[in-house]
């Protein structure tokens, strides 16, 4: 059990290299092996959710030793509850997409097993990393699998999309870098060594100048935001999405906007709190922003998975709003929200998935009364943008609730006016998706080629089966996944009590010599 | 007690997950039908038994809680499963699982032959589900809960029709106008919690006891609770799609739209009454909310053609009235008025249910007429219904409606009397102009037609709902007939609010003689207005279109049109104009495009130094060699 983390990421890294070895026209053992892999991977980790102890806010399974030692970098891994869950959604998510692709891929398909199997290590990777550089490297590799998977299997304009998502995720990245480099210099003074343990650097990290904590918090951070993405970085994002193909649509929505949300709480918030506390209007007022300007574009884009590219910018803008108010609940609520988002949205790009390899067309305008021919899909799409809209009774309507209250009481926020305007999210998010879902499903059929179509398929079924489940569990009885993470979370906020938040925020930030120890 | 309460909530979702999941494999009408509504005739029998068990009680002790479980609980949010039984909600229990029995039945008759059969009773049964969720929740995040419940319920039967055009539209109408009015009431908890630090509807009115009358605070979270209720409970500004909610089967008129779910915002505010109490503000603009929709509604009611549409602004303008009640602190009027609306109000509805059903899908009553003779039992009993509705003694409505009436003129003064008695007038009007129309006068319709009654299980409903729309204000007796059973009822569950209201308000003197009068005035008015109605509309067979400010009322004030010249058009056009194709394409992504294509553009130009000549590269080097020099020198 103590190296359950090292295997959770190598299992898939490792496994997937005979693969290509495989004969090319032996499909069925490419995708058969490629889906045990990763449900071998999944059995894995719902094990060690079994042997986690919720009741701590410690770094568990930890694993550490040296590594590069020239930087004094280590291979130093751990979870607590809030990677956990991400680690937990991760597993889930690619078995889905494994099976997800088994129709719609047809060229290259070794390669794109392989890539997709990768993927998931590096994944796991970074929600497990404690060292900046490890994380970096995982963080960086997630880069490469994903630009192919956009450029080789994506839609007519893949190419630019593919390259716009990796520029704009670079130029955070080559931030990131630096900020990693200048953090260890300028904690070294404290530390005596030079040292990429964030465990250790979070201990120093206050006594660097603040105007430096705030340079270096920007530098970590905008990378994040990015990912996220944060408005008004969120260009990358529809294009991506629009050309991707299904699973990689699923993959980046549900996982890969997590690593910016997490990063924000581990690293933002985990090493430079003095500056996350002061930079929090600007970032706040973004995803307030966010919030409602992704909702209004939702409601007006004419292809499908462009609305719900538009709506997970509305969505994330609530855990970053979720994760900046620093409460108890908001954090909570952030933390759910993103293994929320994560099955909501995988299983809406899940279902235009299915409507694509059936009609060759994700625009709108071409549907309308497929829930006559296909009832069974439309009743499961109904229940998902449900979730979505955030319909009490399931799992949206707990995530977006707590942030939304938890925010309100802010002291960091300072005012419940940012709770008010993105509440007002909940009616766009109705008036995008039950207009998408008339426009798609009701009325009557109009177009010939839509008459024929057929219902949902066994092996779809098998997609979204799992989602739903989870959709459903977390909407009756949240109280098993708030668990989880409910002292980790607490560890996260412990020193940063109300009146240390006070104290924080009127700290000047004025330049300040570094105290010699 | 507590283990076989939970089957309230549980048998009617059972029936919703067994027709849904094997309604259609089963595919037996009488299956799917009769076990819905078995599923809901159970949960009303619990009902009556829990009735007994409160009785035992002394009154003040009248209040039972099961706590099943812990819903949510994060840090010092913490939200318990919990059921509440008092007579408040028992009262609505009786009444939505009582008539949502009859309707059960009622439909099984309506939808025979419908291709979604199964589905409508697994809808049903989801709605009962909700329903009793937002009635027995003791904390406003499961009274939340039931509330978006019924809406989903609500939007699914609205659209149940799906292939047809308007339905979807209606549906979603309804669904988003229901999320504006849940933003006040997310709101209001946000502030509940936030100063309050629960959400438990109990520990909240606990605490607020000590507070002084219309402290900002109070009086803002009850307006925010309102803009739920109006929502909900379909009032000005927020009224729009309930006349649009007729698009959906007729029974689903009745039991949603008419009797239990759009009570919701009424139910909300008597069972926080003391919060009412305390923001007297609030409740003014209750009352005047209240006075507009009921008049507004009533004068659109007056000139519509469509039988189910004069019943839904009907509806409107009846939950207007309760809501004048509740703005004039007389909650057990509201909850009086509620409960007889639903009797009668169902009654109608099934009526022109069972109209339309034996007119072929004719809702236009300027092609009905003479149904009187071929469909006995449905126009008896809905004459009693628009009897009872018009307020005529000693039937249903004319109780309630005079008791809001009287507390009217008693808390709220002469001019909101004047036009709440207006309105009363203009329902008896409007009311009688249906039947005028339908019923009387010749017949109108093709002669391919042949109106028929209905079967009895549709028509059975409809006598038990007469009976009660005769009988069922003997239980709110007027003070000067003796004993008002209701009140004593209610005694326990307002006192609180009561006891605050008297403290602002002097103790106004019951005057037996200015009961009498208004009994009067408004049995009269009544009478006028029936007599002027029925005598136009029973001969007339003759329709111009209408001009003026027929036309304006006919055409509701034409707000639809202004609220989407005026918030729905502009949000769409500045979306799509402006924010999608000018800012998010050409301003950011123009600039992160411009960014890329800049920095290409430049490498491209620096890539021409790298010629691979050894000239250039000299040349090159001695002029930066020369540059540095000069930089030296004129430093």
Not at chain 2, 229 to 236: D, E, L
Not at chain 2, 598 to 603: D, H, I, K, Y
Request: charged content about 15%; overall charge positive.
């Amino acid at each position: 059990m103590a190296n359950i983390l090292s295997i959770l990421i190598f299992l898939p890294i490792l496994f997937s290299i005979p693969i290509l070895f495989f004969k090319k026209d032996n499909v069925k053992l490419i995708k058969g092996y490629a889906l045990g892999i990763s449900l071998i991977t999944f059995v894995l980790s719902v094990a060690l959710y079994f042997s986690f102890n919720a009741g701590s806010g410690e770094y568990q399974f930890v694993q550490k030793m040296p590594w590069v030692k020239i930087i004094n970098s280590y291979y130093y891994l751990g979870v607590d509850g809030i990677s956990l869950l991400l680690i937990l959604l991760t597993t889930l998510i690619f078995p889905i997409s494994i099976i997800a692709s088994f129709n719609p891929i047809k060229i290259r398909i070794k390669e794109y097993y392989f890539l997709l199997l990768l993927l998931e290590g590096a994944l796991i990777g970074v929600f497990t990393s404690l060292d900046l550089v490890l994380f970096y490297v995982f963080w960086e590799f997630i880069l490469i699998p994903m630009y192919f998977l956009i450029g080789i299997w994506g839609g007519e304009e893949r190419i630019y999309a593919t390259v716009k998502f990796f520029l704009y995720t670079m130029f955070g990245s080559v931030l990131l870098l630096i900020g990693i480099i200048w953090t260890g210099l300028l904690v070294q003074p404290f530390a005596g060594v030079f040292t990429l343990d964030i465990v250790q650097i979070a201990t120093f990290t206050t006594y660097i100048p603040l105007d430096k904590q705030i340079i270096l918090f920007c530098l970590f951070t905008l990378g994040f935001l990015i990912k996220v993405p944060l408005f008004p970085f969120h260009t990358w994002l529809p294009d991506a999405h629009v050309q991707a193909p299904t699973a990689g649509s699923v993959i980046l929505a549900a996982l890969l906007l997590k690593m910016g949300t997490y990063g924000l709480i581990r690293f933002s918030l985990g090493l430079f709190p003095v500056a996350f506390i002061k930079l929090t209007p600007v970032i706040a007022v973004l995803a307030v922003i966010g919030i409602i300007y992704g909702a209004l574009l939702s409601i007006v884009q004419k292809d499908m998975k462009k609305l719900v590219a538009y709506s997970s910018v509305s969505h994330m803008g609530f855990i970053v709003i979720g994760i900046f108010a620093l409460t108890n609940e908001s954090m909570q609520g952030s933390v759910i929200q993103m293994i929320n988002h994560g099955l909501s949205t995988g299983a809406l790009f899940l279902f235009v998935g299915m409507i694509y390899e059936r009609r060759h067309t994700k625009l709108i305008a071409e549907f309308g009364g497929l829930r006559k021919v296909m009832p069974v899909f439309a009743a499961l799409f109904l229940v998902v943008s449900l979730s979505s809209i955030g319909l009490p009774g399931l799992n949206g309507f707990i995530g977006e609730f707590l942030i939304l209250l938890g925010a309100f009481n802010s002291v960091n926020l300072g005012t419940g006016w940012y709770t008010i305007v993105s509440a007002t999210a909940v009616i766009f998010s109705a008036v995008y998706l039950l207009w998408l879902y008339q426009r798609v499903m009701l009325g009557p059929i109009e177009k010939e080629e839509n008459k024929v179509l057929k219902d949902i398929t066994k092996a779809e079924l098998a997609t979204i089966i799992p989602l739903l489940i989870f959709i459903v569990w977390i909407g009756v009885y949240p109280n098993t996944f708030l668990r989880v993470s409910e002292m980790s979370v607490k560890k996260v906020l412990l020193n940063l009590d109300n009146t240390k938040i006070q104290m924080m925020k009127s700290i000047e930030t004025k330049p300040k010599e570094p105290e010699k120890n | 007690m507590q283990k076989y309460f939970i089957l309230i909530v549980a048998l009617p979702l059972l029936g919703f997950l067994i027709n849904i999941f094997f309604g259609k494999k089963i595919n037996s009408e009488k299956f799917s039908g009769w076990l819905s509504s078995l599923f809901v005739l159970i949960p009303f029998l619990i009902g009556i038994s829990m009735l007994f068990q409160l009785l035992k009680l002394p009154p003040e002790s009248r209040k039972i809680v099961f706590n099943y479980f812990n819903w949510i609980s994060v840090g010092n949010f913490n939200v318990d499963y919990s059921f509440l039984i008092d007579p408040l909600s028992l009262v609505m229990i009786l009444v939505v699982t009582g008539i949502g029995f009859l309707i059960h039945v009622y439909s099984i008759g309506y939808m025979h032959g419908d291709d979604g059969f199964a589905r409508f009773f697994s809808f049903l049964n989801l709605f009962i589900f909700a329903m009793l969720h937002l009635i027995l929740a003791d904390n406003f995040l499961v009274v939340f809960l039931g509330w978006e419940g019924v809406g989903l319920c609500s939007y699914l039967l609205i659209g149940f029709w799906y292939e047809k055009k308007f339905t979807g539209d209606a549906a979603k109408k309804a669904f988003i106008v229901n999320r504006i009015g849940d933003f006040g009431f997310m709101t209001a908890m946000f502030l509940v919690f936030a100063n309050f630090g629960t959400l438990n509807i109990s520990a909240f009115t606990g605490s607020i006891a000590g507070f002084a009358v219309n402290t900002p605070l109070l009086v803002t979270i009850a307006l925010l609770f309102f803009v739920g209720a109006t929502g909900k409970s379909a009032q000005i500004p927020l009224f729009v799609w309930l006349p649009d909610a007729m698009a959906g089967p007729t029974p689903v008129s009745a039991l949603i739209h008419a009797a239990t779910m759009v009570t919701a915002g009424i139910y909300l505010i008597a069972r926080t009454s003391l919060l009412y109490a305390l923001a007297p503000t609030a409740s003014t603009v209750i009352l005047i909310v209240g006075i507009a929709t009921a008049i507004l509604s009533a004068t659109i009611a007056l000139k519509q053609n469509d039988i189910k549409k004069i019943l839904a602004y009907s509806t409107v303008s009846q939950l207007g009235f309760m809501f004048i009640a509740l703005g004039t602190h007389s909650y057990v009027a509201a909850v009086f008025h509620l409960v007889t609306h639903a009797f009668f109000k169902a009654l109608m509805f099934l009526g022109s249910g069972s109209v339309i059903h034996g007119m072929h899908e004719e809702q236009d009553i300027r092609k009905m007429g003479g149904l009187k003779d071929k469909m006995k039992i449905t126009y008896i009993t809905f004459l009693i219904g628009a009897i009872a509705i018009s307020g005529i003694p000693p039937f249903a409505g004319f109780f309630s409606k005079d008791e809001i009436l009287y507390k009217t003129f008693i808390n709220a003064g002469i001019i909101p009397y004047l036009l709440v008695l207006i309105t009363a007038g203009f329902t008896a009007f409007y009311m009688f102009r249906l039947i005028g129309l339908t019923f009387f006068g010749k017949p109108r319709y093709d002669a391919h037609i042949h109106p028929h009654e209905s079967p009895g299980t549709m028509t059975i409903p409809l006598i038990i709902l007469a009976v009660l729309s005769v009988t069922g204000g003997f239980i709110g007796l007027p003070h000067l007939l003796g004993f008002n059973v209701l009140d004593h009822w209610f005694e326990p569950v307002f006192k609180n609010a009561e006891m605050v209201i008297k403290g602002y308000t002097p103790e106004a003197e019951h005057s037996a003689s200015v009961e009498i009068i208004l009994i009067f005035v408004s049995i009269i008015v009544a009478s006028v207005a029936i007599y002027i109605s029925f005598k136009k509309y029973s001969k007339q067979d003759k329709f111009t279109e209408e001009k003026g400010f027929g036309k304006v009322l006919e055409n509701k004030y034409y707000l639809d049109e202004i609220y989407d010249a005026t918030v729905v058009n502009p949000i769409y056009k500045t979306s799509e104009s402006f924010l999608w194709k000018i800012f998010d394409v050409k301003i950011i992504d123009g600039l992160v495009n411009g960014i890329a294509g800049f920095s290409s553009r430049l490498s491209l130009d620096w890539r021409k130094i790298q010629s691979g000549i050894i000239h250039d590269y000299a040349v090159l080097a001695v002029s930066g060699v020369i540059l540095i020099i000069l930089f030296f020198l004129f430093k």
